[in-house]
């Protein structure tokens, strides 16, 4: 059985874990298995945009200077031509971390909006607080496999990367332990490449065309970045997927040469 997630419960005394084996999700709660759900049902489930966020850089004071910055979004109407770098009407600031074909669009699920509200009781977050084009549902990391191909609208998409945040997500929420929490949720976010440029808009749906059989979801990703960095068998399957971003390709094969000396 492959390890997904696990959720602790605050105000309970058990903790679960979610597994996947044979194409079944199961659900261990005090070493019971309760099967919950199939992926066929999974990819059958209802995905679609809540939002789309789009912004041009500015310039915002930062302690006791000036950065520019892209991660301000605001929620737009209409239909949004979505290219090959970036939406209509949205830019990044720093080329150097920001952008290029396999970050030419950020989706972040509105699933974890309840999650921060409950981290930032008395913080208003609004569609695109977390610097995301679209805000999704249904589409959560967990469950994307790198490689993944998706249709948005009349757009076509492939899941490239997750997102590892920078000083300027701490910018936008005025308070720098969001960065590292941020890192640590398990909620990184999805950075998509596009792979046939078409259009968006709030409430289209998000349909499944194929997944890659790799199985290396986007959470997997964080988890060795983050966590199980002598994970070799799953870097090895991670820098098979033809679409995963050649910096996390670069990344993994440091490790498992450091690894396997």
């Given amino acids: 059985m492959k390890v997904l997630y696990d959720i602790h419960y605050t105000s309970c005394i058990w903790k679960d874990r979610y597994y996947s084996y044979n194409g079944n999700l199961f659900i261990l709660r005090e070493n019971i298995y309760l099967r919950l759900i199939s992926y066929k049902q999974l990819r059958e489930q209802v995905m679609k945009i809540i939002s789309v966020n789009v912004g041009l850089p500015r310039e915002v ?4 200077r000036i950065v520019t910055t892209g991660i301000f979004k605001e929620p737009v109407e209409g239909r949004v031509k979505l290219r090959k770098l970036n939406l209509d009407g949205d830019k990044q600031a720093d080329l150097t971390v920001h952008g290029g074909e396999d970050k030419a669009v950020y989706a ?5 909006y309840l999650y921060w509200q409950q981290e930032f009781p008395n913080m208003a977050l609004p569609w695109g607080m977390f610097g995301e084009n679209l805000t999704t549902e249904g589409l959560n990391e967990d469950m994307v496999n790198i490689g993944d191909h998706f249709r948005i609208g009349s757009a076509e998409v492939v899941a490239a990367q997750p997102r590892t945040p920078c000083y300027k997500l701490g910018v936008k929420f005025g308070r720098m332990d969001i960065v590292g929490r941020f890192l640590t ?3 990184p976010g999805i950075y998509f490449k596009v792979v046939l440029e078409g259009e ?6 998000i349909e499944l065309i194929s997944k890659d059989e790799n199985d290396i979801t986007v959470k997997d990703i964080v988890r060795l970045y983050v966590k199980d ?9 991670a820098i098979r997927v033809n679409d995963l971003a050649l910096e996390w390709k670069n990344h993994f094969r440091e490790q498992i040469k450091k690894l396997t000396k």
């Fill in 185 to 187: 949720s398990g909620r």
């Fill in 108 to 112: 972040y699920p509105k699933e974890h």
């Fill in 229 to 237: 960095k002598k994970d070799v068998e799953s870097m090895q399957r």
């Fill in 61 to 64: 004071l930062f302690g006791n």
């Fill in 200 to 205: 968006v808009e709030a409430g289209d749906p």
